[in-house]
């Protein structure tokens, strides 16, 4: 199983980036997605997730209205769409995956694979 992590990078204040992750050895059809984040010198914690069926979606307060997540089932791939960068959330961004349907919060979340990780960084 593998999930590859692309899209990060150096990003203005106030601008936008989208992150993406290709699964393979997996199929995303039976898979709940979501990214989490982990900052220097902080813990990680969980970003955003969709489920799998009815795609519902779920966010971190802190990136709620700026951040949007989206799956492909078709090509396997979730994207994270980030817009209004702050500095706050620079960190490196780890996809994962669950093997459940549906996710009823972003606190119940609980990945078993994940990916390598992207690094975003948000500074003028």
């Known amino acids: 199983v593998q999930l590859q992590a692309s899209g990060g990078g150096l990003v203005q204040p106030g601008g936008s980036l989208r992150l993406s992750c290709a699964a393979s050895?997996?199929?995303?059809?039976?898979?709940?997605v979501g990214w989490f984040r982990q900052a220097p010198g902080k813990e990680r914690e969980a970003v955003s997730c969709?489920?799998?069926?009815?795609?519902?979606?779920h966010y971190a307060d802190s990136v709620k209205g700026r951040f949007t997540i989206a799956r492909d089932n078709a090509k396997n791939t979730v994207y994270l769409q980030m817009n209004s960068l702050i500095p706050e959330d620079t960190a490196v961004y780890y996809c994962?995956?669950?093997?459940?349907?549906?996710?009823?919060?972003?606190?119940?979340?609980?990945?078993?694979?994940w990916g390598q990780g992207t690094l975003v960084t948000v500074s003028s």
């Open positions: 994962a995956a669950e093997p459940v349907r549906s996710v009823f919060t972003i606190g119940t979340f609980n990945p078993s694979y």
């Open positions: 050895g997996i199929s995303l059809d039976d898979h709940a």
């Open positions: 969709i489920s799998s069926v009815d795609r519902t979606t």
